[in-house]
């Protein structure tokens, strides 16, 4: 029996599990944990879809596109229930008309998976997802043979979990509520030996009522960490406000900072693109630790990188191994994600949805692909985009951009006037900035103008923390469909 099964044989005897949400992005990882540890597991949703879909039928787990109350005729000993499920849900109210155990995705991991590990967590409104793919990489690459979770597909391993058995496991700290019945962020159950804070900017709105109540919720965090541990913090204090230093200031533990200013424990300096990614030199305590080339484009992604090293290195990783996982890291699912080049127009794909993050983005595609000509187009999707509080500060984001465009609100209908974002202020604000600029309803329209008015060397970066309506396939159909028809001049 592996370590895995092990662990969940000890926090618990349950055998049959069936997951209430189970095509969530973390949802189907923690379904693959539990079946590869030796449960059973079914699972429902209103619709799954890959990469989900995908893992679900390799894994052999069966599972329901529908949410309905006889899916629990065959009672299970528990049930996890994801955290976009609410009262109402059929399955959730036969759940607790029955008074069947059940667990939310954090006190799963907690209770089954985390025992015995040393729990490395990376938490931060920025740049988690693929600080935690890199950390992963790193462990593996060393031999660690780790177990993690991540909030995307690490295209290394392919997928977005690893239960490598080895003493650590390294998760992605989610500050997003945890169930209905438990208001609290994820991370608070995670328990961290280690801690990156990669960054603290006011996001998820809708849970979090102002900054101050949401970074709150980090230095909590960090006040977890045990005197044995370690807060790993972005320290450029001009470049990431003092919010995350203030939060180091709960630790308990020894603290280190990274950055590209000269105070900070770890330093990066010499830094320059390097083809499709980036080259750099660092030192640690004054002294040189290294050479890197990084496989991921952006100064952002060099962050990342030192903040996964510090922790690497402080668990006993060698500089040459964390070299060797950095030049081959393959990053994560629609992190600058190519999806094809035709007539000479660059379709990729980006999950970024806050200001930051989109200027971050905007910036590494021009380091990556200089000298073209840059659309940016963007869907207000997160719960924080589609409100007013970003009308200000994603102009000049967006406005980074040669060209851009905006989608409608996902899900308008859910917001009041007095707080749902206006795209077309956003572009009139950035057509101020001296950017063409233009909203468009549906994802077919954005499809349609694009491919009229794309040329031979464009790049048109789109964003989105959804599918975007599959714009970024419509896009590719529509310029194929429009390679394909001759123009009156070559016909001629």
Same mark, same amino acid.
């Given at each position: 029996?592996?370590?895995?099964?092990?662990?969940?044989?000890?926090?618990?005897?349950?055998?049959?599990?069936?997951?209430?949400?189970?095509?969530?992005?973390?949802?189907?990882?923690?379904?693959?944990?539990?079946?590869?540890?030796?449960?059973?597991?079914?699972?429902?949703?209103?619709?799954?879809?890959?990469?989900?879909?995908?893992?679900?039928?390799?894994?052999?787990?069966?599972?329901?596109?529908?949410?309905?109350?006889?899916?629990?005729?065959?009672?299970?000993?528990?049930?996890?229930?994801?955290?976009?499920?609410?009262?109402?849900?059929?399955?959730?109210?036969?759940?607790?008309?029955?008074?069947?155990?059940?667990?939310?995705?954090?006190?799963?991991?907690?209770?089954?998976?985390?025992?015995?590990?040393?729990?490395?967590?990376? =938490?931060?409104?920025?740049?988690?997802?693929?600080?935690?793919?890199?950390?992963?990489?790193?462990?593996?690459?060393?031999?660690?043979?780790? @177990?993690?979770?991540?909030?995307?597909?690490?295209?290394?391993?392919?997928?977005?979990?690893?239960?490598?058995?080895?003493?650590?496991?390294?998760?992605?700290?989610?500050?997003?509520?945890?169930?209905?019945?438990?208001?609290?962020?994820?991370?608070?159950?995670?328990?961290?030996?280690?801690?990156?804070?990669?960054?603290?900017?006011?996001?998820?709105?809708?849970?979090?009522?102002?900054?101050?109540?949401?970074?709150?919720?980090?230095?909590?965090?960090? @006040?977890?960490?045990?005197?044995?541990?370690?807060?790993?913090?972005?320290?450029?204090?001009?470049?990431?406000?003092?919010?995350?230093?203030?939060?180091?200031?709960?630790?308990?533990?020894?603290?280190?900072?990274?950055?590209?200013?000269?105070?900070?424990?770890?330093?990066?300096?010499?830094?320059?693109?390097?083809?499709?990614?980036?080259?750099?030199?660092?030192?640690?305590?004054?002294?040189?630790?290294?050479?890197?080339?990084?496989?991921?484009?952006?100064?952002? @992604?060099?962050?990342?990188?030192?903040?996964?090293?510090?922790?690497?290195?402080?668990?006993?990783?060698?500089?040459?191994?964390?070299?060797?996982?950095?030049?081959?890291?393959?990053?994560?699912?629609?992190?600058?994600?190519?999806?094809?080049?035709?007539?000479?127009?660059?379709?990729?794909?980006?999950?970024?949805?806050?200001?930051?993050?989109?200027?971050?983005?905007?910036?590494?595609?021009?380091?990556?692909?200089?000298?073209?000509?840059?659309?940016?187009?963007?869907?207000?999707?997160?719960?924080?985009?589609?409100?007013?509080?970003?009308?200000?500060?994603?102009?000049?984001?967006?406005?980074?951009?040669?060209?851009?465009?905006?989608?409608?609100?996902?899900?308008?209908?859910?917001?009041?006037?007095?707080?749902?974002?206006?795209?077309?202020?956003?572009?009139?604000?950035?057509?101020?900035?001296?950017?063409?600029?233009?909203?468009?309803?549906?994802?077919?329209?954005?499809?349609?103008?694009?491919?009229?008015?794309?040329?031979?060397?464009?790049?048109?970066?789109?964003?989105?923390?959804? =599918?975007?309506?599959?714009?970024?396939?419509?896009?590719?159909?529509?310029?194929?469909?429009?390679?394909?028809?001759?123009?009156?001049?070559?016909?001629?």
């Amino acid at each position: 029996m592996s370590d895995a099964k092990v662990n969940g044989a000890r926090a618990m005897a349950t055998k049959r599990v069936h997951v209430i949400g189970i095509g969530g992005s973390a949802m189907a990882p923690l379904a693959g944990m539990l079946r590869e540890s030796g449960y059973a597991v079914t699972g429902s949703d209103s619709g799954v879809y890959p990469p989900a879909s995908t893992l679900l039928e390799k894994l052999g787990i069966p599972y329901f596109d529908a949410f309905d109350a006889a899916h629990l005729a065959d009672t299970p000993d528990l049930v996890v229930v994801g955290n976009v499920i609410a009262r109402g849900n059929p399955e959730l109210e036969e759940v607790l008309d029955r008074k069947i155990p059940y667990r939310s995705l954090p006190e799963m991991l907690e209770e089954v998976f985390l025992p015995g590990r040393h729990s490395i967590v990376v =938490s931060g409104t920025h740049g988690k997802t693929t600080t935690t793919a890199m950390l992963a990489w790193i462990f593996e690459t060393a031999g660690r043979k780790p @177990n993690f979770l991540v909030g995307g597909v690490a295209e290394n391993f392919g997928k977005s979990y690893g239960l490598g058995g080895g003493p650590d496991f390294i998760l992605e700290g989610d500050e997003y509520e945890t169930a209905f019945w438990d208001r609290g962020p994820k991370f608070f159950h995670y328990h961290p030996d280690d801690l990156i804070v990669t960054s603290l900017e006011y996001d998820h709105a809708d849970i979090y009522p102002d900054f101050a109540t949401y970074e709150l919720a980090f230095q909590r965090l960090v @006040n977890l960490v045990p005197r044995r541990g370690r807060v790993v913090v972005w320290g450029d204090t001009e470049a990431s406000g003092p919010a995350p230093r203030r939060a180091a200031g709960k630790a308990y533990c020894a603290v280190e900072t990274y950055g590209f200013e000269a105070g900070n424990d770890w330093v990066a300096t010499e830094v320059a693109s390097h083809g499709d990614g980036m080259q750099f030199v660092v030192s640690h305590g004054g002294a040189r630790f290294g050479e890197f080339i990084l496989a991921a484009t952006g100064r952002h @992604n060099v962050l990342n990188a030192m903040a996964a090293m510090a922790v690497a290195h402080g668990r006993g990783i060698a500089p040459d191994a964390i070299a060797a996982a950095l030049k081959t890291f393959r990053s994560v699912k629609r992190r600058m994600d190519v999806k094809g080049e035709i007539g000479g127009v660059l379709v990729v794909d980006d999950f970024a949805h806050h200001p930051t993050a989109v200027q971050a983005t905007i910036e590494a595609a021009r380091g990556r692909w200089p000298g073209r000509r840059l659309w940016a187009v963007l869907e207000p999707r997160s719960n924080s985009m589609r409100r007013k509080i970003f009308e200000e500060t994603l102009p000049k984001a967006l406005a980074l951009a040669d060209r851009v465009v905006l989608g409608g609100v996902f899900r308008a209908q859910q917001l009041g006037d007095e707080n749902r974002m206006k795209p077309e202020a956003v572009a009139e604000s950035v057509r101020a900035l001296g950017k063409d600029a233009r909203v468009l309803g549906s994802a077919a329209e954005i499809a349609e103008f694009i491919a009229s008015e794309a040329v031979s060397g464009d790049v048109v970066l789109v964003m989105s923390n959804g =599918s975007f309506d599959g714009l970024c396939e419509k896009l590719v159909k529509t310029l194929e469909s429009k390679a394909a028809v001759p123009s009156e001049a070559s016909g001629r």
